[in-house]
């Protein structure tokens, strides 16, 4: 074995060609997926389904599964006026009309809404803008509305493409791997490994997209959800200790649904409201007399991991 290894270290050495040497769990740089249908295949989940039934209806259910979409359309729309509203009116964005708008311009939304972006070309964001703008075309709604259903946040984004965020001290997601809580086989054919994500159960994992607050590494800086600041800057500090896994998939067993107010247990679970209230009579004045009075007094506690509402 020893033999082996100083070997193969010879071999690394002596080879200027990096890719012979190149660590199992390095990253290989993929071919920028050309077309949608193309990133939604690299991105398939269609055979979880078959084992995974519940999770998979859960999270069919969930603003994960329709995040280029939206819960009524409100993300696609957003985009639409992120392009006519924002990029179109920006002097130096480079974008005068529509089809300007590349990669580069759609990351700002897409680093959280659709982080598998990256690895697309600009022809794949021309179609999406087009979707984007279907949406109003009656001819073409509802190919539009099928095409941004197709590309979202899924299961192999948060158990793959998201479960390390260490990637020099951990190494970067292997591709044949889901990565859940255990380490073993795994009966899909395609991923046939499971690996361990260590932040699975953390509020870290969320915080990936879940928002600090502005997002200054672009050029013209984006700022969407803020929920993970909040709940570093202000929850933690006064003591809180649940995590969003806790509070969103677990306590009230809503799993990969991973609902907010929408669902009325968490609407629920909220806020405490503490109210008091009494009526009296007020004598005001000669000529106005006796008037009737309130004191109602309402303490509102906000029970969640943040400030309420986010974004
Ligand atoms: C043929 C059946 C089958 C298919 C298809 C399948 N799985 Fe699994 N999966 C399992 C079984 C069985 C386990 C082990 C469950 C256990 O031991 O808790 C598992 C475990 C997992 C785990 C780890 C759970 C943990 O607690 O560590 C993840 C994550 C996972 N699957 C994701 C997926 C994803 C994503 C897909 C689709 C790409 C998929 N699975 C497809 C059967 C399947
Ligand atoms: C830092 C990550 C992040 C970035 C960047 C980001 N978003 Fe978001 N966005 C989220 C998250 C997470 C939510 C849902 C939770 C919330 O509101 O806190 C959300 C919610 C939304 C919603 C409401 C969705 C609904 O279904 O009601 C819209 C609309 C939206 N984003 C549009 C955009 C647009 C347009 C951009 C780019 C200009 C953008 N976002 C950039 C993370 C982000
Ligand atoms: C938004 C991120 C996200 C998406 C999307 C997602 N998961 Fe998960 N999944 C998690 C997290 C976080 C946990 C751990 C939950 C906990 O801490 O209790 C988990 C747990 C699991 C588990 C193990 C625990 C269990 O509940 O049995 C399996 C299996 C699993 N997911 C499969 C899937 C499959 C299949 C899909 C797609 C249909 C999917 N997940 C989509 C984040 C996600
Ligand atoms: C890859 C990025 C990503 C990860 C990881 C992620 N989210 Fe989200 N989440 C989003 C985006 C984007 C939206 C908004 C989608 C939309 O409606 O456009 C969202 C929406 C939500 C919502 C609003 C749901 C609703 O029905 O209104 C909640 C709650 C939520 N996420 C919780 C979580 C929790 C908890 C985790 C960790 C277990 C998590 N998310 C992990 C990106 C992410
Ligand atoms: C102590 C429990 C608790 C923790 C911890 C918690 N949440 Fe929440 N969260 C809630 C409840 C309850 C709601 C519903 C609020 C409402 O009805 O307005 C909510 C709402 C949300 C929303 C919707 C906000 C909006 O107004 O659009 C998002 C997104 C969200 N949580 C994400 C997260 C993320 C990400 C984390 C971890 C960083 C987290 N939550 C931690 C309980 C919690």
Known sequence: MRFFKSVLILVCLGLPFMVLCQDANADPVRKKAKTIDELAARYDVSSCKECHEEIYEQWEASAHSKSMFGIGARTAATIGTTITKGLMTWPYSGVEKPED?????????????????????????????????????????????????????????????????????????????????????????KYPIIKKSEILHESVFCGQCHGLGPNFEFEEPSQCATAYGSYLFAYVPEGGHETCQSCHMRTLNKGHVLPAYRDPDMAEAAVRFEVDAFGYYWRKDKAEGVTPLAVVRVEMTNKTGHGIPDG
């Open 101 to 189: 708008v590349t990669l580069k311009h759609l990351m700002p939304c897409a680093k959280c809404h659709l982080p598998q972006l990256e690895e697309a070309s600009d022809d794949v964001a021309q179609e999406i803008v087009k979707a984007v703008f279907g949406l109003w075309d009656k001819e073409i709604r509802k190919e539009s509305v099928e095409k941004l259903r197709k590309i979202n946040i899924n299961c192999l984004i948060c158990h793959q493409t998201k479960a390390i965020t260490h990637k020099w001290a951990q190494g970067f997601p292997q591709r044949a791997a889901v990565y859940g809580t255990q380490e073993g086989g795994h009966e899909d054919e």
